[in-house]
């Protein structure tokens, strides 16, 4: 049921930014990611923590929206196995005319489908569960 029912609230976004000159919700999540981040630059595998994907859905994602110009790939001096994805200022352009609409939009649904307090909840206990998430990255083994 849960997982219906993100899917469902990711389709609607993902046809809200469709009739926008918006990238898919894939690719601006990434980008808001790499956004926010001092430097806007990532290790890629932090960055597909961070986005909850595996590793090699997030490399694919990033060649995709490498060639589009929006991120760069850059080898990780302190290990060699390791890159580190950087937002393109193309890329940040991107954020910034993409991203207030799309956070109007989400903040539109839940506003209308669960009010002011219900809404708090929802953030409390999903920040919860990020959390909890990053701590299992976190742990050994």
């Excluded at 990238?23 to 806007?40: F, K, S, Y």
């Amino acid at each position: 049921m849960l997982v219906e029912t993100h899917n469902e609230l990711i389709t609607t976004l993902t046809k809200r930014l469709a009739q926008t000159d918006a990238p898919p919700v894939p690719w601006l999540g990434v980008l808001i990611r790499l956004a926010r981040t001092p430097g806007q630059r990532l290790r890629m595998s932090d960055l597909a923590r961070d986005m909850t994907m595996s590793t090699s859905g997030l490399t694919r994602l990033i060649d995709r929206i490498e060639a589009a110009g929006h991120v760069t790939r850059e080898a990780c001096p302190e290990d060699r196995r390791g890159l580190w994805a950087s937002l393109t200022p193309a890329g940040l352009d991107v954020v910034l005319a993409a991203a207030p609409g799309h956070v109007a939009d989400l903040d539109e649904l839940l506003q209308e489908a669960l009010g002011e307090d219900d809404l708090e909840t929802l953030t409390d206990l999903l920040r919860r569960v990020r959390d909890h998430i990053r701590g299992m990255s976190d742990s050994p083994g």
